[in-house]
């Protein structure tokens, strides 16, 4: 099995940690609803205007922000490297309007790069339970087999999936995170990508 890593929201260096917030209008979509039960299975999709406000925490803008929800800004750079690398598993690509810049960290003079919205697309592969130390506040009740949503998780000790992902960079069945694999890791350390910060799978333990 292909090495697996957790994405992380804030690089614990904060070099390059940039966050943003959707702007004002704020539209979404409804969220994916799973083939099997009909549950939700997605937080609601960010749809146009996509407008954001950044905030960086360091002395450069990343070439990737977090923001709530699912969704991910990546640099100009990072997105032209990426459609020629041959890895899979972003969506999305729309250019965004940066509308206001926040620097909490080094007042820093370079304005932001062009900005691009993608979501991480959602792979068939599922979330181990059991193998990944996941503990419940409660007897689960009967979760559906196919989307595996459900229950009232405390957390886990590890990350461990049922098959490996064929996308590089994904969402899997049963785990709201965004996980990566070894060749995304290789891709962001060969292009000197900034705040990508990765966790490996079995160190990615996390109680709520
Ligand atoms: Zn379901």
């Not at 390059?16 to 994916?32: M, S, V, W, Y």
């Not at 990737?64 to 969506?91: H, Q, T, V, Y």
């Not at 891709?187 to 910060?197: K, Q, S």
Request: charged letters at 25%; one cysteine or more.
């Amino acid at each position: 099995m292909k090495k697996i890593y957790l994405l992380k929201h804030t690089d614990p260096s904060y070099a390059a940690t940039t966050d943003f917030i959707q702007g004002d209008p704020f539209n979404t979509l409804p969220a994916r609803r799973c083939p099997a039960c009909g549950g939700p299975v997605s937080m609601r999709p960010w749809a146009p205007p996509f407008r954001a406000e950044l905030a960086t925490w360091g002395k450069r803008f990343g070439d990737m922000a977090f923001g709530p929800g699912g969704d991910i800004l990546i640099s100009e750079r990072f997105k032209d490297l990426w459609l020629k690398s041959g890895l899979i598993g972003l969506e999305g690509f729309e250019p965004v309007e940066i509308v206001k810049v926040v620097r909490r960290g080094k007042r820093f003079k370079d304005a932001p790069p062009a900005y691009f919205r993608v979501v991480a697309q959602p792979s068939q592969a599922a979330f181990d339970s059991v193998a990944s130390g996941e503990q419940w506040l409660e007897p689960s009740s009967p979760r559906c087999e196919v989307c595996r949503e459900g229950g009232n998780s405390k957390g886990w000790e590890r990350i461990v999936l049922e098959e490996e992902p064929r996308e590089n960079i994904c969402t899997v069945r049963g785990f709201g995170e965004v996980l990566v694999d070894e060749h995304f890791k290789r891709f962001i350390e060969e292009n000197g990508l900034l705040n990508c910060p990765l966790v490996p799978a079995e160190e990615a333990a996390h109680w709520f």
